[in-house]
Nanobody, 120 residues
Framework: EVQLVESGGGLVQPGGSLRLSCAAS????????MNWVRQAPGKGLEWVSA????????IYSDFVKGRFTISRDNAKNTVYLQMNSLKSEDTAVYFC?????????????WGQGTQVTVSS
């Protein structure tokens, strides 16, 4: 059974940092691209970042480029999202997703999400 379990969310002040983790199990983690997506209150899903299976290639949406860093540890079956210089508009539930195949999307599995709240 495929499982994705996010952690690391919380309340942080503007300008602060958080590191999200997503622990994966039930599939060959090191062979699939992984993504982070988010959903702000009252808004639709928004793609944030993706990483290739080996971790050598990463892409970011314009609104997080330069502030967020995606990485993965294939030995630990975990993907991370380091978030720096957080803004109030980053407040959202963050989900990690597993790609179906070798491309970054579409996705076939999602985690339950972790809440990130940026507020003073």
């Amino acid at each position: 059974e495929v499982q994705l379990v996010e952690s690391g969310g919380g309340l942080v002040q503007p300008g602060g940092s958080l590191r999200l983790s997503c622990a994966a199990s039930g599939f060959a983690f090191s062979t699939y691209p992984m993504n982070w997506v988010r959903q702000a209150p009252g808004k639709g899903l928004e793609w944030v970042s993706a990483i290739n299976p080996g971790g050598s290639s990463t892409i970011y949406s314009d609104f997080v480029k330069g502030r967020f860093t995606i990485s993965r540890d294939n030995a630990k079956n975990t993907v991370y999202l380091q978030m720096n210089s957080l803004k109030s508009e980053d407040t959202a539930v963050y989900f990690c997703t597993k790609a179906i195949g070798s491309d970054y999307d579409p996705y076939d599995y999602w985690g339950q999400g972790t809440q990130v709240t940026v507020s003073s």
